[in-house]
């Protein structure tokens, strides 16, 4: 599965963005657990949200629980994420990733075990 990122930019603290993540081809990704991740300079990539393949379950890191708003729209085979309140600790290159799933009910949060991955969009986020 080819995953095209989009979305990120450079907004002010408090705001906020939208970030998708498309399937190429328009591949399905029903099956598929997905993934947003991030990683700030010099740090190590983090898992930020995740969603099941039906979209029923979500998951979030602690940082960006009540900020974030992970979303799936399988018709579409895109996956969102909504990031409000943002703030400075959030600048980062965003990642998607995703995962075959023969369940669509669970979420995975562990970056080993995904193996599709976008090439990431920078947010950066102003004070």
């Known amino acids: 599965v080819q995953l095209q990122t989009s979305g990120g930019g450079l907004v002010q603290a408090r705001s906020f963005l939208r970030l998708s993540c498309a399937a190429a081809?328009?591949?399905?990704?029903?099956?598929?657990?997905m993934g947003w991740f991030r990683q700030a300079p010099g740090k190590e990539r983090e898992f930020v949200a995740a969603?099941?393949?039906?979209?029923?379950?979500?998951y979030y890191a602690d940082s960006v629980k009540g900020r974030f708003t992970i979303s799936r729209d399988n018709a579409e085979n895109t996956v969102y994420l909504q990031m409000n309140s943002l703030k400075p600790e959030d600048t980062a290159i965003f990642y998607c990733?995703?995962?075959?799933?023969?369940?669509?009910?669970?979420?995975?949060?562990?970056?080993?075990?995904?193996?599709?991955w976008g090439q990431g969009t920078q947010v950066t986020v102003s004070s």
């Open positions: 990733a995703a995962v075959f799933s023969r369940s669509d009910t669970i979420v995975v949060f562990s970056a080993p075990q995904y193996n599709y």
């Open positions: 081809s328009g591949r399905t990704i029903s099956s598929y657990a």
């Open positions: 969603v099941s393949g039906n979209g029923g379950t979500t």
